[in-house]
C-alpha cells in the first residue's frame, strides 16, 4: 500500500488569492465581488460558473465544494431590505429585467490554503436555470437536487434532476416564499367531543391517503407516496434481464432509521446501489423562516439527533457570527465541554449500532450503557435527556448545578476505561476483522469529490479538523489532536472504527482540560450585551431599561444586521454548516443547513457495488448516516 | 392447593415460574388476554429522535427485557404492537399505513412522543399531525422525547387495557417527561 501524505504537509503549495486570479482570467464575467463578517463572495455571470469552478479547484486548490443552496428574493425587493443589495452595493438584484428572484450559493473549500470562497449567481423567475457543477465537483450531485426539489431551481446538464426529498407527487417548491408552510390549525379545546372527532372512525383498507398540499393560495389533491418505486427502478438498465431490483427499507432494522435503500443484485452480488431519502423529511428549514432566532434553536436539536449539542452549537455560532456577539470565557468552555461529551455519546451509538448490524451484539448494549452516563449529565444541565436547547445565542441558557464537575470527571474516568473494554472486544476479533478490514474501501479522490467530511475523510488521511483548522469557541487553546489515518489513503469500516475510538480518547482530555478550566473560571455564562441576552432577573425590579430589554427581547426576539454568513462547525460527522441569511427582520429569511450525514452518503452507491447483502449494511453504518439529519 | 381458584390477573411468581400452579379456574378470554400482555412482540420500527429513546428503552440501563417486551420483530408479520417512535412524514405515512395492514389481528398501536401523537413542534407542509390521522392508536405518551420511564409507563398502560378488554380507546400519557 502506498504510504499517503498526510494534506498537512503539502501546505506549502502557495495558492493565489482567488478573487485577484478569477478577476484576471474571467474579467468582468465577474460581476462584483463583496467581503462581510470575513467570507468573500463573487458574483459570477451564469456562463462561466463550471469554468470559474474549475479554475478554483485546478489552479486555486479548491479541492470541495461543500455546498450548493438557494435563496428566494421573491417579495423581498420590494419592501424589506436586502441582504443582496446590501452586500453587493454595486450589482443590485434590479440590475437585470426583470429583476431577479433566484440566488444560488456555491461554497467551496480548500484544504491547502484553509480557504473558503463563495461564488453565486443571480436568476430570474422565468428563467431559473444554472450550469450544473457535477462534472467538476460530483458531490453537488445531492446538494443541486436538493436546490432543485426545494427551491424549484434546474440545474442543466445534471444526470439525474429528480426531487430528493419529497415525494414525487409533490406539487410546488416548499422553500420557495410564495409557497405557504402549510400548517394545519390547532385546536384549542378542551371540549373532547370535539378531540374525539378527529380520531379516525372507520379505517379505510391500505390506500394511499390523499394529501393536501397549498400551492400559490390555491389546494391540489394528490396521492401521496405516489409513484414511490418509479425513480428507482428507471435508473438501472437491465435489458440483459438477468439482474433483480431489490427494495431495501424504508423500514429496515439496518438502516439506522428510514433509509430506503433501491439495489440491483445478481444473485448475492449488488451491482448497484442508489438511496433514496426524504422519508423523515421534516420542513425544518422553512419552519425556521417562521420562528424568532432563538425559538429556532430547539429545531437544530431534532436534526441530528445523536448530537443535538452540536446542532446548538453550530446555529448560535452563526447568529454570533452574523451580529458580532461575544461570548463570555465560561461559556465557551462548556460549550467546548459538552461538545465533546456529546461527541463520545454519538461515537458510542456509531460504533454501537455498527457492530450489531454486523452481529455483535454485545458491543450495543455495552455502547448504551454509556450514553446513558452522558445522558445524564445532559440532564444535569437542561433537565432534558436529549433535546437540550441548552446553547443558546450569546452563552449558554443557565449555569451549571453543583456536582456537575464531579460527575463529569467520574465519566471521564470510567470511558478510559470502557474504551479499551471495546478494544478488548473488537480490535483483534477475527469475525469483525473479516467483516470489516478492506470493506467499503474507498480512496481520497474520492471523499474529496464527493463532498465527505470529518472522521470519513480522515480516514483517507487527510489531516483535516475544524476544530484545528478554523477553530471556534477556543478550540485552539486545547491541547489535543485530531487522529487521521497515517497508514494509507484509503479508508475502510474498521479504519473508520478504530479512528473513532481514538477521538474519543482525544475528546476526553479536551474534557479533562475544560473541567480544570471550568474550576478556574467564573463569571457569567450568558453575554452581557442587552440586545441579545435578558437581564438577569434582580435587574428588573430596579430599572426601567432592563425591563424594557426583557419585554422587547421576550416579545419579538433580537434583530440581527442584514447580511448573510456560513459557519461551520465540526459535528461528530463532519462538516456541519449553517447559511443564515437575514432581512433585519426578528425571524430569519432564510436558514440552510450544510448537513454532514447529506453529503457522506453518497459515497454509498460509489462503495457498494461488488458487495454483498450483508456487507450493505456494515457500509451503512459506516457512512453513520443520522436520518433526520440527512432529511430535515 | 391443587382446587384453590385463582384469578387471572392474581397469578404471581413464584409460581409462574415453577409451573406449580395448582389449578386455576378462569374466563378462557380472561387467560387469552393475559397470555396477549406477556407474549407481545414489537415491530422494529424507528422513524426519529424518539427511536434513540426507545432504543435506549430496551438496551441495556433500562431493559425493557423486564417486562417481556424485549423481543423486536423486524417483519411486521410477526409483530402485534407498533410504536410509532418519531415523526411521521407525508412521504412516509403510505409506508406507515402499509406496515400496519401488514401487522396480523390483534394488534395495538402506542404513538410515542408528540409528533407521533400530534405533529409536535412541526406544523407545516411536510409532516402528519399525528399518526392517528392513518392509523388507530391506543396509547398516547407525551414528551419530546418521552423519558424510557415514560415509555414502560405507556406499555404496562396498555397491558392493563389489554388485561381488562377494555374497547378500542386511547389512552393519554401526560406529564410524564416533558422536557424529554
Ligand atoms: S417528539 Fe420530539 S424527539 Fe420525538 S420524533 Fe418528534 S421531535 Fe423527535
Redesign the pocket.
Known amino acids: 500500500m502506498a504510504i499517503a501524505t498526510p494534506l498537512s504537509e503539502t501546505t506549502t503549495l502557495r495558492v493565489g488569492d482567488p478573487v485577484t486570479r478569477l478577476r484576471e482570467k474571467f474579467g468582468d464575467k465577474i460581476l462584483a465581488v463583496s467581503e462581510f463578517r470575513g467570507e468573500t463572495t463573487l458574483q459570477v455571470a451564469r456562463e462561466i460558473l463550471p469554468d470559474a469552478a474549475r479554475a478554483l479547484r485546478d489552479e486555486l486548490a479548491f479541492d470541495q465544494c461543500v455546498d450548493v443552496t438557494a435563496l428566494d428574493w421573491h417579495l423581498q425587493a420590494k419592501n424589506a431590505p436586502n441582504p443582496h443589495e446590501l452586500l453587493f452595493n454595486d450589482s443590485p438584484l434590479s440590475d437585470i429585467e426583470p429583476p431577479a428572484r433566484f440566488q444560488v450559493l456555491y461554497h467551496f473549500l480548500s484544504h491547502a490554503a484553509n480557504a473558503r470562497v463563495r461564488l453565486t449567481v443571480l436568476l430570474q423567475e422565468d428563467d431559473a436555470v444554472a450550469p450544473t457543477l457535477t462534472d467538476v465537483y460530483r458531490g453537488v450531485n445531492f446538494f443541486e437536487r436538493e436546490v432543485y426539489d426545494l427551491m424549484g431551481v434546474r440545474f442543466e446538464g445534471h444526470p439525474f434532476l429528480q426531487r430528493i426529498l419529497l415525494p414525487q407527487t409533490q406539487v410546488g417548491h416548499p422553500l420557495r416564499k410564495d409557497f405557504a408552510l402549510g400548517y394545519e390549525p390547532v385546536e384549542f379545546t378542551h371540549n373532547i367531543e370535539q378531540i374525539e372527532a378527529r380520531k379516525v372512525k372507520n379505517v379505510p383498507p391500505a390506500r394511499p391517503r390523499q394529501a393536501i398540499f397549498e400551492v400559490d393560495g390555491g389546494t391540489t389533491e394528490v396521492p401521496i407516496g405516489g409513484g414511490l418505486t418509479a425513480t428507482i427502478h428507471e435508473r438501472f438498465d437491465d435489458s440483459a434481464n438477468e439482474t433483480m431490483l431489490i427494495n431495501m427499507g424504508p423500514h429496515h432494522p439496518s438502516t439506522h432509521g428510514v433509509l430506503r435503500v433501491g439495489l440491483q443484485t445478481a444473485g448475492e452480488k449488488i451491482i448497484g446501489a442508489m438511496p433514496d431519502i426524504g422519508y423523515l423529511h ?1 420542513g425544518i428549514e422553512k419552519n425556521m423562516e417562521y420562528k424568532t432566532y432563538t425559538k429556532a434553536i430547539t429545531l437544530t ?2 436534526m441530528d ?1 445523536l448530537a443535538p449539542l452540536s446542532n446548538n452549537l453550530g446555529f448560535c455560532l452563526a447568529v454570533e457570527k452574523l451580529m458580532q456577539v461575544d461570548v463570555p470565557e465560561r461559556a465557551q468552555i462548556l460549550r467546548v465541554l459538552l461538545g465533546e461529551v456529546t461527541r463520545i455519546a454519538s461515537h458510542l451509538v456509531a460504533i454501537g449500532t455498527n457492530a450489531m448490524d454486523i452481529g455483535a451484539v454485545s458491543m450495543f448494549t455495552y455502547a448504551f450503557r454509556e450514553r446513558e452516563y452522558a445522558m445524564d449529565i445532559f440532564e444535569m444541565v437542561s433537565g432534558a435527556r ?2 437540550t436547547s441548552y446553547f443558546r445565542v450569546g452563552g449558554c441558557a443557565l449555569d451549571v448545578p453543583m456536582g456537575f464537575s464531579d460527575q463529569v470527571r467520574e465519566f471521564v474516568r470510567m470511558m478510559y476505561g470502557r474504551i479499551k473494554e471495546y478494544r478488548a472486544l473488537l480490535d483483534k476479533n477475527p469475525i469483525w476483522e473479516e467483516r470489516t478490514i478492506g470493506v467499503g474501501a474507498y480512496t481520497r479522490a474520492d471523499a474529496l469529490q464527493l463532498g465527505l467530511t470529518g472522521p470519513m475523510l480522515r480516514a483517507t488521511g487527510v489531516n483535516w479538523d475544524l476544530r484545528l483548522a478554523q477553530s471556534y469557541s477556543g478550540y485552539e487553546t486545547y491541547d489535543f489532536e485530531a487522529p487521521y489515518n497515517t497508514r494509507s489513503d484509503t479508508g475502510d469500516i474498521y479504519e473508520l472504527y478504530r479512528l473513532k475510538l481514538l477521538e474519543m480518547e482525544q475528546s476526553l482530555r479536551i474534557i479533562e482540560q475544560a473541567l480544570e478550566r471550568l474550576r478556574k473560571t467564573g463569571g457569567p455564562v450568558m453575554t452581557t450585551n442587552r440586545k441579545v441576552a435578558p437581564p438577569p432577573k434582580q435587574e428588573l425590579q430596579q430599572s426601567m431599561e432592563s425591563l424594557i430589554h426583557h419585554f422587547k427581547l421576550w416579545t419579538e426576539g433580537f434583530k440581527p444586521p442584514v447580511g448573510f454568513v456560513y459557519q461551520a462547525i465540526e459535528s461528530p460527522r463532519g462538516e456541519l454548516g449553517y447559511l443564515i441569511s437575514s432581512d433585519g427582520t426578528n425571524k430569519p429569511h432564510r436558514v440552510h443547513v450544510r448537513t454532514p450525514s447529506f453529503a457522506n452518503l453518497q459515497i454509498l452507491s460509489h462503495i457498494a457495488p461488488g458487495y454483498s447483502i450483508s456487507d450493505l449494511v456494515g457500509l451503512i453504518a459506516m457512512t453513520d448516516i443520522v436520518l ?1 439529519d440527512v432529511d430535515r | 392447593m391443587s382446587n384453590q381458584v385463582i384469578p387471572a390477573n392474581q397469578l404471581r411468581a413464584p409460581e409462574e415460574k415453577t409451573g406449580a400452579m395448582g389449578t386455576a379456574f378462569f374466563k378462557l378470554e380472561d387467560a387469552v388476554r393475559w397470555a396477549r400482555t406477556k407474549s407481545m412482540w414489537p415491530l422494529l420500527f424507528g ?7 426507545m432504543m435506549a428503552t430496551f438496551a441495556s440501563h433500562y431493559d425493557l427485557a423486564r417486562f417481556g417486551m424485549e423481543v423486536y420483530r423486524a417483519s411486521p408479520r410477526q409483530a402485534d404492537l407498533m410504536m410509532v ?3 411521521v412524514s407525508r412521504k412516509m405515512a403510505p409506508v406507515v399505513r402499509q406496515l400496519y395492514d401488514q401487522m396480523p389481528e390483534p394488534k395495538w398501536v402506542i404513538a ?6 400530534c405533529g ?3 406544523n407545516n407542509y411536510a409532516i402528519l399531525q399525528g399518526v392517528d390521522e392513518i392509523i388507530p392508536v391506543d396509547v398516547y405518551i407525551s ?4 423519558r424510557p420511564e415514560a415509555l414502560m409507563y405507556g406499555i404496562l398502560q396498555l397491558h392493563e387495557k389489554i388485561k381488562h378488554g377494555e374497547p378500542r380507546g386511547q389512552i393519554r400519557i401526560e406529564n410524564w417527561g416533558l422536557r ?1
Open positions: 421534516t436539536d431534532r439527533y436529549m433535546m433526520g | 422513524l426519529a429522535c424518539c427511536a434513540i429513546e417512535a418519531g415523526r410515542m412522543g408528540d409528533c407521533a401523537s409536535g413542534v412541526y414528551g419530546c422525547p418521552p424529554g
